[in-house]
């Protein structure tokens, strides 16, 4: 490591430390539609992934639709795809809690089964309709390749794309939990069901909301992970391990939880992946995080919730 | 739960094809049956096999994950039996097929495989594509003595009396490319990179002791993923900072495309002189999930590209889009999934029987002319001769062909000095 220049060497690791942010907004966008389920609702969404496949197709679909009817609007078609992502996955979502999660509330074992079951129905759902094999999503021109920061340092557009969607999404939904009417119904059903509904909130309708809200973040999640990843049948499930691990990390029920959870993850992973390689960052990451939930069993910050 | 995807023969459609075979099938029954050779003579062994029909399976994942990958396998394979059954089938019989789905689950495999050997007699099967299912099956095709046709380039160090390799061991695929990339681009340092299992980590130890023993260059990076990564970041900036001149890439699936789409976004330009990416794991078919704009300028080395400008090619692709669509997709592994049930073919008549060790002894310097790759010879170790070649790949999702072994590449599955 010793013949590079000092700039050579600040500019790589500038782009390491972009790199452990992008990561970091990839983990928080993921994450946060779970986060929102699990902590809200305490609902295993085993599903999560195929959620977020469910935004990735819809966003093949609009990108062929522009391509076919409207090529001169082609470049902004991602921002379309995005909205009608979140709207086809928080629908779905809303149908699934109607006909199905809302029976078992209270059954935390049960949702694990029943949502893992519709994890499989939808991958063969996909499969049957976009066929088995992956779809190339076709990005605009502007999302593609780098901006050179200085000669040597290159940011990948689509990185800083995520990373703003990331940030974008965290405040909306920290400003709908916290600022509005409806976040702080969610936020008494959660501290406590039964006096939420005896002061007339429609817990049932709180749910319902809250379930497609969790689906409609995974959906933008998926929308905008067509840059960067595969999408397929069964991409979900590259997802769904991750994901988990940032919400249980960051502690159930709680937003600042997930973020912290994200960055410690993310960054972890993304410098010992410099240092060791892919397979060695992952098990000493596992490793730390399995060492942290021993000594703190509720995760990095945990709500005080009477039971 | 014995056939829920069994006996899909002659599809619904294609009914009047069948009516038609019949009616020439009647005209020709005078001359054809003096030469059609008596089903006890041609099987003495129990296998399904009538006096105008024979069996054989297909055992594919149609469903779960592999599902992407084996699709094209499976459409090759009917192909190649539509039309060996369109030319009259093999000994005088018509091929029927019993379709088994192996839904990307190993044990799933190595049951429906027995279910193929034990209930449906099938005189050869063509199927499995990842090394593990082949894996898991092995054992029962060697208990009941059956007859695998096996189309996936893999990692080698295996070679089953019960197997025909269709696809190219390891050393055929990365040896010629590894030279080529010597030669032709001057390389002189080589950055491998591999999903973490058995077949990358494999090819990589080869490559590795071609590349420091044979070529005398040097390897300044290693680096495996976990299956289904995404993230490649870091990655990227490892390989910035040991500035190699060939990144050898044996990633699979899904990180594929990720792998890709961020090598670009990255700013790291395949197509222009100062890095050459070389793989063995991207065939067209995975091309059409990464975008043909992604990896346009990477270099694969594989025996089959579906460009090659031959006549065998030409007819071949030309039948595929007739049957799947215009829009199909011909990789490496459909070619060598399709020379299958010709290879079978072949060896049943050289045979004159279609008993599994009679089949397995004719199979052996056995010759076929007729492949889209071109030549090919049947070595003695199961696997076979082939040219390996280097495509490039193009924006259009396609490789053109830049060079092309002189010779037909032996195939090694226990390369000395390798392991």
Known sequence: MFDYSMSELTAIFAMQGFAGLILFSVFLLMALGLAIIFGQMGVINMAHGEFMILGAYVTYLTSNLFAEYAPGLFDGYFFVAIVLAFLASALLGMLVEWSMIRFLYQRPLDTLLATWGLSLVLQQAYRSIFGAREVGVVIPDWLTGSYPVTDIVELPVSGIFVMVLAV???????LLMFRSRWGCQVRAVVQNRPMAGAVGINTARVDRLTFALGCGIAGIAGSAFTMIGSTGPSSGQLYIVDTFLVVVFGGAASLLGTVASAFGISQAQSTLEFFLGGSMAKVLTLMVVVLILMVRPQGLFALKVRR | MTSRHSRISPPPARGWQRLKALAAGLMLSASAQAAVPATDEVNTTGLAVTDDAVQVGILHSVTGTMAISEAGSVQAEILAIEQINAMGGVLGRQIEYVQEDGASDWPTFAERSRKLLRQDNVAAVFGCWTSASRKAVLPIFEQYNGMLYYPTFYEGLEQSPNVI???????????????????????????????????????NKIARKHIEDVLGLEVVGEDY???????????????????????????????????????????????????????ISVTEDEILGIGGDNIEGAYAAMKYFQSLDNANNQAFVDAFKARWGEDSVIGDVTQAAYLGPWLWKA???????????????????????????????VHENHHLWSRTRIGRAGADGQYQVVHETAELMEPDPFPEGYQ
């Open chain 1, 168 to 174: 974008g999404v965290t405040l909306a939904v920290a």
């Open chain 2, 165 to 203: 390799y269709t696809g190219q061991e390891a050393t055929q695929q990365i040896l010629a490319g590894l030279d080529w990339v010597a030669r032709e681009k001057g390389a002189e340092t080589f950055y491998l990179l591999g999903s973490d299992y058995i077949w990358p980590r494999t090819s």
């Open chain 2, 225 to 279: 993923f976990p299956l289904g990564h995404t993230q490649f970041n870091s990655a990227i900036n490892r390989i910035r900072l040991k500035k190699p001149d060939v990144i050898y890439a044996i990633i699979v699936g899904g990180s594929n495309v990720a792998f890709y789409r961020q090598l670009e976004a990255a700013g790291i330009d395949l197509t222009e002189d100062d890095v050459t990416l070389l793989t």
């Open chain 2, 347 to 377: 060896a049943v008549e050289k045979a004159g029987s279609f008993d599994v060790d009679r089949v397995r002894e004719a199979s052996i310097g056995l010759e076929l002319d007729t492949a889209p790759e071109g030549y090919v010879r």
